[in-house]
């Protein structure tokens, strides 16, 4: 069975530090892999997808990239961290193949301080 | 773009009770029909999905309903219980690797018990 790890779980960041959140995928290949934000109490936000190696589409622009250096791997980063940065940041999957479930991954809750 | 609209945003009611959750699309193409909950600091999960090709579907007493005519689609939960307070989230696809999957901005549900 497909299964999806998302670390760290927690996450307090001074303003200006840099970041690295990392999602993997098992038990599939070639996923479609999504990073969504969450603010307190308000709905899905989606950051990035990915429908392959190195192929990184972006929806709403701000100081986070996306790589996805493996077929399975998703990495979120930023250089400089704002505050408006805090949130709660969940990864997903989904196969690639017609309409199909994203499945999200445990989260990260990120405070910014 | 497609867009999802979900009301209400905020319903109360009594163990025991239904609960209905409704929702509206715009884009046509749209062909998959996926619901989430999410418990307070969890991650969402699927319950329950419906494509367009059918009108209802049930799991136990979760049915989600759809009419592809209205672009609108319903989810309802009968025999409502304290463990089904949550936020939920209906979303619609079109279909080609769930990338193209627009959420509705969530029911936080309460269940009175």
């Known amino acids: 069975s497909q299964t999806i790890h998302q670390w760290p779980a927690t996450l307090v960041q001074p303003v200006g530090s840099p970041l690295s959140l990392e999602c993997t995928v098992e038990g599939t290949s070639n996923p479609n892999l999504y990073w969504y934000r969450q603010a307190a109490g308000r709905g899905l936000q989606l950051l990035f997808y990915s429908v392959g190696i190195g192929q990184i589409s972006s929806e709403v622009p701000q100081n986070l990239s996306a790589s996805r250096p493996q077929d399975r791997q998703f990495i979120l980063s930023s250089k400089k961290l704002l505050l408006s940065d805090s949130g709660f940041y969940l990864c997903?999957?989904?196969?690639?193949?017609?309409?199909?479930?994203?499945?999200f991954g445990d989260g990260t809750r990120l405070s910014i301080l | 773009g497609e867009n999802v609209e979900q009301h209400p945003s905020t319903l109360s009611v009594q163990e025991g009770d239904s609960a209905v959750i409704k929702c509206t699309y715009s884009d046509s193409a749209s062909n998959y029909f996926p619901w989430y909950k999410q418990e307070l600091g969890k991650r969402p999960q699927l319950i329950i999905d419906?494509?367009?090709?059918?009108g209802e579907k049930k799991d136990q007493r979760i049915a989600v309903t759809l009419n592809k005519t209205a672009k609108h689609f319903s989810l309802h939960i009968t025999e409502t219980q304290p463990e089904d307070s949550a936020v939920y989230f209906c979303a619609a696809s079109t279909g080609t690797g769930g990338f193209k999957t627009i959420f509705g901005a969530g029911t936080r549900l309460f269940v009175k018990a």
């Open positions: 997903a999957w989904s196969g690639a193949a017609g309409a199909q479930p994203q499945h």
């Open positions: 419906i494509r367009s090709n059918v």
